[in-house]
């Protein structure tokens, strides 16, 4: 009984992380179809001991996208979810659900696709576009309108006639694939993390806050449904249909379809032509389409009962393993790489595929050359999800994990209750120190930039950086790096400023870069914003850094370590002795106001005393509230260069005064 309760618990908790991961940092880490099936066995626990329901519970809510430096607003009618399958009998028991529920009236069905975007609604006025709101968390959302007002497919002023006065339109924004590999390629280029697939990337470009950039980046909308008290149909075909004479994008793929085979040929035919698509697709939606029947079905808390999305099973293929290698990152932590004969998957050719460590390879029993499944799901990234057996090689061996680090040779430590193997040769081994430096100068971290990974490299083979310190001394190899093959004068000018500026990153981000294992980016402003400074943070016993809030018995004693080892010391002592910031400002709660209390402002453009993340922390910090769009409640709109010409219409039209960076600044001095 208990345990039931305690893995109802662990359910949610999973599940609402895992939500906030694809809601609102677009960074999913795990498939749809893992996070799906977690959701059907919450689902069935709860149903089984209703004596642990909680209305709280994700099964009872949609998952939210909000975000705080958006305006939000109520949606009028609530935007919910769609009821899931991956299996076509239980598309057809929604078929007889239906049939039941409307007591064995005839009715059609409307296929169309499963768009993989972000929900959006849309509300028009007189022909006119008058506000874009996301979901959020189904009862309101953020109101995103300068951002939708970019998408060239989405009409600000209808066409044709027939519209009602005011009416609603849902549908999905979407980034066409065409767009996100150029997308991608490009943020590979400036070594920023990738989307994880079109939809990721357009939710992430949608809650972008300068719509010049939103412009940029190429979206599309696809609109699926209409609300509202004078629409033209009492079914959703037609009113979509009109939807498409009023010039909006609606799915071409919509049918109506008469009964479950109809139903069943549908699925059995988009399963496979989606793939031809210029837009991502993750499933079928089957709606039932006369307006008064959707009625008579009616909602659940969470998505109608008029509706189902049969969703698409991650692609699959069979491949040949080559080998198997070992690669060995920043931590020391050992990582198996199945090496496959190229294989084709959902659209490009997969030859690597990460086995993460040494229990998975066991537990897929996986043995050399074997035959492996790859699976993309939502994700670009392939996985190995099993062996074919039958075409195993007779006398074949099983993978070995290897018992030295394959880099500097150092016999691999386990560390008890963890799954991965460690190289413990911190100091010595390459590719351990040169991720360190690839951290450190990473752009959440020091972000110095032109120094990517073969830069790294170059540095460390020439034995000009070691460590981190050693960037501070570059200067001294400058006439050297100049000589380096493809590196130009100005790369290196671009570096040595780079290091120059870095003096100036704040301490939780200088702690952060480190690279004290387990201490994460978070985990580093607490422990910053605690303790002050490097001096207190090298003397602190377990029991002051485990009062800190967050910080855990493992991670105190990985930070007791660290500083334990006299090396690591010594880094710390250069990188000070060079002027990086090894302390919070003593001023930093002086840096606090009321200055700005109650006032709600909103940043646009670029700037150049300050980054817009600072600017955000300086409205907080002084009382203020950050907001992503201007409306009547916006107080200042702080504007740096190349702020959108529709923003900056919007605030002289309901006279929100517009001020420049010095100006703000001005605003938050203390009068001493
Ligand atoms: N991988 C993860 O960590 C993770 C986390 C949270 C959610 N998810 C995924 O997201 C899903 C939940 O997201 P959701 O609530 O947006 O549900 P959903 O994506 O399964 O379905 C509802 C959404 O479908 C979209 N849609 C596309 N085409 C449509 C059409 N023709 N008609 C109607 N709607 C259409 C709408 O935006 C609607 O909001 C989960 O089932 C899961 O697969 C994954
Ligand atoms: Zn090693």
């Not at 709101?133 to 300068?146: H, I, L, M």
């Not at 939708?148 to 027939?162: A, D």
């Amino acid at each position: 009984m208990d345990s039931a309760r305690q893995r109802i618990l662990h359910l949610r908790e999973e599940l609402n992380r895992h939500n906030h991961n694809y809601y609102v940092l677009n960074a999913p880490e795990i498939s749809d179809m893992d996070f799906d099936f977690m959701m059907k066995e919450l689902e069935e626990l709860e149903k089984e001991h209703p004596e642990f329901d909680d209305p709280y519970s994700p099964t009872h809510r949609v998952g939210s996208d909000i975000n705080k430096a958006f305006t939000q607003i109520a949606h009028k009618r609530p935007m919910l979810s769609l009821g899931n399958t991956y299996s076509i009998e239980e598309v057809n028991d929604f078929v007889r659900r239906a049939k039941d529920g409307l007591m064995g009236e005839d009715f059609k069905i409307v296929g169309e696709m499963k768009y993989d975007g972000t929900s959006i609604s849309l509300t028009y006025e007189h022909g006119r576009l008058v506000r874009a709101v996301t979901r959020g968390d189904g009862q309101q959302g953020d109101v995103v309108t300068d951002n939708v007002i970019t998408i060239k497919s989405i009409p600000l002023q209808l066409q044709g006639s027939g519209w009602p006065d005011e009416f609603e339109i849902r549908g999905e924004i979407l980034l066409p694939w065409k767009e996100f590999d150029r997308l991608n390629a490009e943020r590979e280029f400036n070594e920023e993390p990738l989307f994880a697939n079109p939809r990721n990337a357009a939710s992430g470009t949608l809650k972008m806050q300068n719509s010049a950039e939103v412009a940029k980046r190429g979206l599309d909308a696809i609109l699926y449904f209409m609300l509202g008290d004078n629409l033209p149909y009492d079914n959703h075909y037609d009113n979509m249909k009109a939807a498409a004479s009023w010039g909006f994008k609606v799915s071409p793929e919509m049918t109506l379809l008469d009964d479950m085979e109809a139903v069943d040929r549908y699925i059995e035919y988009w399963d496979t032509a989606r793939k031809e698509l210029p837009v991502a697709t993750d499933g079928l939606v089957f709606k039932i389409n006369s307006r008064r029947q959707q009625l008579n079905l009616g909602f659940t808390a969470k998505s109608p009962r008029w509706a189902i999305a049969y969703k698409f099973k991650a692609e699959r293929a069979l491949t040949k393993l080559r080998f198997v290698s070992f690669e060995v990152g920043r931590t020391g932590v050992v990582t198996p790489v199945a090496n496959l004969e190229p294989v084709l998957l959902s659209g490009t050719v997969v030859k690597r595929a990460s086995l993460h460590n040494e229990d998975i390879i066991r537990t897929l029993d996986i043995h050399d050359h074997d035959m492996l499944y790859v699976e993309k799901g939502g994700e670009i990234i392939p996985k190995i999800t099993d062996v074919d057996k039958n075409s195993r090689a007779p006398g074949s061996e099983p993978v070995e994990f290897v018992k030295n680090c394959p880099v500097c040779g150092t016999p691999l430590i386990r560390i008890e209750g963890e799954a991965a193997w460690i190289c413990p040769n911190k100091s010595g081994c390459p590719p351990q120190i040169c991720g360190r430096i690839e951290h450190y100068v990473g752009r959440r971290m020091m972000n110095i930039d032109g120094i990517g990974e073969e830069m790294v490299v170059e540095l460390y083979n020439n034995g000009w950086v070691r460590n981190p310190a050693d960037l501070y001394t570059l200067e001294v190899h400058a006439e050297a790096m100049k000589m380096l093959p493809g590196i130009g004068p100005r790369t290196v000018n671009r570096i040595l400023e780079g290091v120059e500026a870095s003096k100036e990153v704040p301490f939780e981000r200088v702690l952060y870069a480190l690279s004290i294992p387990y201490v994460g980016e978070t985990g580093a402003k607490k422990l910053a914003r605690a303790m002050k400074s490097i001096d207190r943070i090298m003397e602190a016993s377990v029991d002051e850094l485990t009062a800190i809030e967050d910080i855990g018995p493992r991670i105190a004693e990985s930070i007791i370590s660290y500083f334990s080892v006299q090396e690591n010391r010594n880094i710390v002592r250069r990188l000070k002795d060079a002027g990086v910031n090894m302390s919070v400002p003593e001023n930093v709660d002086a840096d606090r106001s009321d200055l700005l209390a109650g006032k709600t402002i909103v940043i646009s453009g670029t700037f150049s005393k300050h980054s817009r993340d600072e600017y955000k922390e300086l409205i907080e910090n002084n009382g203020g509230k950050n907001s992503g769009s201007i409306s009547k409640k916006t107080d200042y709109v702080l504007a740096g260069e190349n702020m959108g010409p529709a923003k900056l219409e919007k605030a002289k039209s309901l006279g929100i005064p517009v001020i420049d960076e010095d100006t703000f600044l001005i605003m938050i001095e203390k009068q001493s």
